[in-house]
């Protein structure tokens, strides 16, 4: 549900640009008055110095209408000016619904290049309205004052450019018809090419080491070659008709010219108002012709506003919650979950129900494609349950806010996921205002600060875009130092073992062990059963489904009954009960072997 005030942040920003423009309406109205300094020039100079063969006339006419272009350049420079900034304001406005979008369309079943077309949206909107293109349409409401000048000068020069003006706009609407649907398919050709190109950048190590190359420039040489063709059927309708409405513009200066001379010789008109007419009649169609030649941008700009105003609504931010619920510190339950692949009907997990409470660690077992990673997700609060509910201390995860659930909530997924910027930013998840012990204590419980130290710059070395400057393992460590970080009540951690060597798996172990006793819920989801010594509570899941929810050892006597029908379940001390079995048995466990 979204706030009232953030039903349509474009319309609201919009609504203010709108409000600015007022002051450039004005700058605009000036210049365009200044405008017709040329032709009351020309009209002056033919009428009456040349007759008059007056110099000190035409020094003094020349030094005003040089006066009067030097303001027209200063505020047509200072229309520029304002415009720019009423854009840069404009994007300043939406910037932070626009991150929040890229955050939170992928979530919501978006693909990446889906998700990252808000900040594209937003920068063509800003630089349609920073470039000519406004200044035509607030030049536009002033072409009637011209007509008005030429209907003046005489009835049949108005006439004539009342029917150029008409044959201009009937060109410019033929222009956004026929270019629409063009446009449109262009728009989505492009999207699939930057989609390619996107997991061509992220998986060229694959490309590479598999000899792929070949095949995908294949791909990629079609996709781009569709593109380009929708491009040039756009640029040729756009090329086509520009060049027929500049036509149309020179036929009528010179049919103005014609209909003048016409007029001078049956002498009701002068030479003056001959090539002032001329001049105005280029400055009434002006405005019409930059709006012509900048359709392009103008119809692409629209596009990306309609985009940006339905990923925004998408992406909306939930209503903040009247009151800030306080620490959980006592229970997790889930209750009865279905959960869907976002923007899908495809069902993962269904009908999911357990509890746990302070100081438990559970684990989740299961075959590949059981649903593990995606319960995870789903306990963290990134993939929201299509039916059933999840509470901390009976609140449900609806009841909080992103940036306040994030604070007693730690999650290390499968892909550690780190940003460009120093150890200690990325442990403190780049809270500018985290205390040093903060950072040390979290580095420290998850047995990374001797590993930490070891880098170049210690907590200050930059680890590069996604962590590139370092390994797999430190990634992991450190990710497991930013899952920790703050002591969070609950903490999901997704493989976090899968590129730990052996120091690494045993600081795991005791950063799970820590963590129990500070009354954290730690779930872990791991393939490797060495790990299954720091937690109590064991879930196999199976095609989506819990299939098994009890204390390890319990689970563990189970699954070794099934494995030898003859065998006594013995001791709860599964190591004990079961010998030699027992790591055959972890293993059946964890691939998800109903017990």
């Known amino acids: 549900m979204l706030s009232p005030a953030s039903d349509d942040p474009v319309a609201l920003e919009l609504r203010a640009s709108a409000q600015r423009l007022g002051a450039v309406a004005v700058f605009s109205g000036v210049v365009n008055l200044l405008m017709l300094s040329g032709s009351i020039y020309m009209l002056q100079v033919y009428d009456r110095v040349l007759p008059s063969r007056n110099v000190a006339t035409l020094f003094g006419l020349s030094a005003i209408v040089l006066i009067a272009y030097v303001f027209q350049a200063y505020f047509e420079a200072a229309r520029a000016r304002m415009l720019s900034r009423i854009a840069t304001l404009f994007d300043i406005g939406l910037q932070k619904r626009i991150y929040l979008a890229i955050a939170s369309l992928p979530l919501q079943g978006a693909r990446a290049v889906v998700a990252q077309q808000p900040l594209r949206d937003l920068d063509q909107i800003r630089a349609f309205m920073s470039g000519v293109g406004p200044t035509a349409f607030l030049d536009i409401p002033w072409t009637p004052l011209f007509l008005i000048g030429l209907f003046v000068?005489?009835?049949?020069?108005?006439?004539?450019?009342?029917?150029?003006?008409?044959?201009?706009?009937?060109?410019?609407?033929?222009?956004?018809?026929?270019?629409?649907?063009?446009?449109?398919?262009?728009?989505?050709?492009?999207?699939?090419?930057?989609?390619?190109?996107?997991?061509?950048?992220?998986?060229?190590?694959?490309?590479?080491?598999?000899?792929?190359?070949?095949?995908?420039?294949?791909?990629?040489?079609?996709?781009?070659?569709?593109?380009?063709?929708?491009?040039?059927?756009?640029?040729?309708?756009?090329?086509?008709?520009?060049?027929?409405?500049?036509?149309?513009?020179?036929?009528?200066?010179?049919?103005?010219?014609?209909?003048?001379?016409?007029?001078?010789?049956?002498?009701?008109?002068?030479?003056?108002?001959?090539?002032?007419?001329?001049?105005?009649m280029g400055r009434a169609l002006a405005p019409v012709e930059i709006a012509l030649s900048n359709w392009k941008q103008l119809v692409a700009a629209r596009q990306g506003m309609k985009r940006l105003r339905k990923s925004l609504t998408a992406a909306a931010p939930p209503v903040p919650a009247a009151v800030l619920l306080p620490r959980p510190k006592k229970s997790l339950s889930v209750e009865n979950i279905t959960v869907a692949v976002p923007g899908t009907d495809r069902v993962i997990l269904a009908d999911i129900s357990f509890k746990l409470t302070a100081g438990t660690g559970l684990a989740l077992l299961g075959a590949s494609a059981a649903g593990k990673s995606t319960l995870a997700r789903t306990l963290v609060g990134t993939w929201p349950p299509a039916k059933g509910v999840i509470r901390l201390d009976d609140a449900s995860l609806r009841n909080w806010s992103p940036d306040e659930l994030g604070k007693f909530v730690g999650y290390l997924p499968q892909d550690v996921a780190l940003f460009d910027g120093t150890v200690a930013e990325n442990i403190a998840r780049f809270d500018g205002d985290a205390a040093s012990d903060t950072v040390l204590a979290a580095a420290q419980?998850?047995?990374?600060?001797?590993?930490?130290?070891?880098?170049?710059?210690?907590?200050?070395?930059?680890?590069?875009?996604?962590?590139?400057?370092?390994?797999?393992?430190?990634?992991?460590?450190?990710?497991?130092?930013?899952?920790?970080?703050?002591?969070?009540?609950?903490?999901?951690?997704?493989?976090?073992?899968?590129?730990?060597?052996?120091?690494?798996?045993?600081?795991?172990?005791?950063?799970?062990?820590?963590?129990?006793?500070?009354?954290?819920?730690v779930v872990l989801v791991s393939h490797r059963p060495e790990t299954l010594a720091a937690l109590n509570l064991t879930m196999v899941l199976r095609e989506g489904r819990m299939v098994a929810f009890g204390p390890r050892d319990e689970l563990f006597a189970r699954v070794a009954r099934a494995v030898n029908p003859g065998g006594s379940s013995g001791s709860p001390a599964f190591t004990q009960a079961h010998g030699n079995n027992a790591q055959a048995v972890k293993d059946r466990a964890v691939r998800g072997a109903p017990p």
């Open 153 to 280: 000068f005489h009835p049949a020069i108005g006439f004539v450019a009342v029917l150029g003006a008409a044959v201009i706009v009937v060109l410019t609407v033929a222009t956004e018809r026929l270019a629409r649907k063009a446009a449109k398919s262009a728009m989505q050709l492009g999207e699939q090419r930057q989609a390619l190109a996107d997991a061509t950048s992220q998986n060229a190590e694959v490309i590479r080491a598999l000899g792929m190359p070949r095949q995908l420039t294949g791909r990629w040489l079609h996709a781009n070659e569709e593109y380009l063709r929708h491009n040039l059927d756009v640029a040729a309708i756009h090329a086509n008709i520009g060049a027929s409405a500049k036509a149309v513009r020179f036929i009528l200066q010179s049919a103005i010219l014609g209909v003048g001379a016409y007029l001078v010789i049956i002498e009701q008109a002068s030479g003056g108002i001959m090539i002032a007419s001329s001049i105005m």
């Open 445 to 521: 419980l998850a047995g990374a600060h001797e590993m930490i130290l070891s880098l170049p710059d210690g907590y200050a070395t930059r680890i590069g875009d996604r962590g590139s400057c370092i390994s797999a393992g430190q990634r992991q460590r450190i990710g497991l130092a930013r899952a920790v970080f703050g002591n969070p009540f609950l903490v999901v951690l997704d493989e976090p073992n899968a590129n730990l060597d052996h120091d690494g798996e045993r600081a795991l172990i005791k950063a799970i062990e820590q963590l129990r006793v500070n009354q954290s819920i």
